[in-house]
DNA sequence: CATTTTTTGAGGTACGTAAATCATCGATGC
DNA sequence: GCATCGATGATTTACGTACCTCAAAAAATG
């Protein structure tokens, strides 16, 4: 039988009332006993039954969510995978509360960040763009004893605990070792179509992209960011544009959204499809076009997985408890039209 | 606030020992009274306090793991998985039973079936083997009503509850693609190397394998497959005699373990790698032949998450509670030397 | 030493559910 | 009209923990 409260209470020769209070941190202990009791709960291996606690407690998990509204079909997939958590919720012990602010608009965010009401909250998971006020609003939520998950996109140097999302620099090296392999020996030209680099993610993807590139495929070219804004419209501009300026490129690196532009402008350039093609994210147009072939391989991260990591995560801090660190790692998904999901 | 037990009972008009024995299926209570309990139940919205409950119950959930024993690389990190899951039983109330009997063994397996205690049994995980026997053994578990689940290697049309592990044909159709792709326009031979065409997994990613070799690279002649029984130093033999008496092979498949052997083969060829490489499962040879160039891609079903989610899928059965099946889907990881975790 | 303050003990109630006992009521059979 | 039986109610205890009150003991203070 696993030890109870009891069974410290009888190792420590002390009363129940003294455990609980040192279990939960009351005041009016004896250092002394503190000490005696803790040697108590080291000594016969208890652990707190969270389950049990958290029914004496009445425990809610208040947890919420910040992400940037607008039409990039990743952000929409994170926000149907909270809405779907929020489901589970009364068995899950969580209340989450969803917000959305204007897209990479640190402002925003910040102001967001300073609206939240920290007593009681369990934890807030947000995408963060990079900005001090960003940061100090971050910093001030943990020194509240809120945990913060940074979603996605990360923010170093900050005083969130824990980031859920890929490490975007291999992602981009992945992209690059891909493409690379699938233009074959041709030489030629490649087109890297970004949102914004302003954005953490892209300007890692990036980075790795060209590590790559230069470093194990020279024969190729890689031409400067061609920056699409995560929207369709404008990515479809630029990589037109582009492609008709240079018309020995024979691939294309989409790392951002709005690759419906792009497959638009691939398609519409008709059969002859020298052109490989790796993107991200695995949205209904990504997934069509590597069917058809447009596109060769998609780079994904599971949103589900990432929102259902981030509640764990802010749950287990939240109990002081930590992570499996291994569960909480979020892969880097390569779909090729063979093992779509 | 949730509504309770004692909500149910107000709004159906009777007492909280009939609403217990409605929820807990007790006998002694009549057909209309049972609906109109059911009825408040669905009214009020009410879910059970799982948590709650198993306190009340002092309920664990006992589980049994079935593995094969030996060398293989990928059982030896599910059965570490096991042992890792064993740690965290305190906290998910798990009573976890490891049992290893030997590989490619129908009979064993059947025999270990047998001699399971089903009574107060939460779920029985285990790597099938097909054979009549061991359909029966799974039927007889299902039918006293513990949760069987298949790991890794599927059984299907028997009794069992669900599989956990990876669609073995995508696996190989997406070993192909790759495969096809990386050696580029150059004809050739490819070498298969399988464990054996016994097991299930095995068969199917060859037929995946295939598919896409003959329908997208027809420049590229499959030979014939090679049965290394997932042991290095077979492995090794079969290939060096293959590579011998083919010189033109561009391309070698490893669907199954015993990668040391064909690393050592490889290279000890020396530099001139005209052979591009794509093996399963992420071991530690594997990964420093992907590191070096020796492995071009692996294709890896990750063995935490595996374990984990059959833990899951066992628990939410015997509770009667409808698995996330989003969650519990294993996914095909591709790994260059660019997204080593 | 007496007094105040701090520390500790004893005991209770609550959380939402399970499971048991015992009493009650109505209908049935004879 | 009495015994029997099925259905239902009323009530209690328990699970492991949290949290509260009140009293008692111990330690610190003057």
Redesign the interface.
């Known amino acids: 039988m696993?030890p109870t409260v009891h069974d410290i209470a009888e190792a420590a020769g002390v009363s129940l009332a003294t455990v609980d209070r040192v279990l939960n941190r009351r005041p009016g202990v004896r250092q002394s006993t503190i000490g005696r009791v803790e040697e108590a709960i080291a000594r016969i291996g208890y652990?707190r039954?969270?389950?049990?606690a958290?029914?004496a407690k009445r425990r809610i998990y208040p947890l919420v969510f910040i992400l940037p509204e607008g039409p990039n079909a990743f952000m929409r997939a994170l926000e149907a995978a909270v809405l779907e958590a929020k489901t589970?919720s009364?068995?899950e012990?969580t209340d989450i509360r969803l917000l959305t602010i204007p897209p990479f608009d640190a402002q925003a965010l910040a102001q967001a960040l300073d609206t939240l009401d920290l007593s009681e909250l369990a934890g807030v998971a947000l995408v963060a763009t990079e900005a001090g006020a960003v940061r100090e609003g971050v910093a001030r939520l943990h020194d509240a004893g809120v945990p913060v998950v940074t979603l996605v996109s990360d923010l170093p140097n900050s005083r969130r605990d824990h980031y859920v999302g890929i490490?975007n620099v291999?992602?981009g090296?992945?992209a690059?070792?891909?493409l690379g392999?699938?233009v074959?020996?041709c030489r030629g030209k490649i087109a890297v179509v970004a949102g914004s680099m302003l954005v953490r993610d892209h300007v890692e993807r990036r980075m790795?992209f060209d590590q790559?590139m230069h470093a194990e495929f020279p024969a190729l070219d890689v031409l400067p960011v061609l920056e699409g804004l995560d929207d369709g419209a404008t990515v479809a501009r630029v990589l037109a544009g582009c492609l008709e300026a240079h018309p020995d490129v024979v691939g294309v690196y989409s790392l951002g959204a709005g690759n419906r532009g792009m497959i638009e402008v691939l398609e519409a350039r008709g059969v002859g499809r020298a052109i490989s093609v790796v993107a991200h994210e695995l949205s209904d147009h990504a997934r069509k076009a590597l069917t058809s072939g447009t596109i060769?391989a998609v780079i994904n991260q599971?949103a589900?997985?990432e929102v259902?990591s981030a509640i764990r995560v802010m749950k287990a801090r939240a109990d002081g408890l930590p992570p499996?660190d291994?569960?909480e790692?979020i892969?880097?998904?390569?779909f090729?039209?063979?093992?779509l999901?």
């Open positions: 696993r652990v039954d969270l389950a049990a958290n029914l589970r009364a068995i012990r490490d291999a992602a090296r992945t690059a070792s891909l392999r699938f074959g020996n790795g790559v060769d599971d589900g997985h259902r499996v291994d569960q790692r892969r880097i998904d390569i090729l039209r063979d093992n999901p």
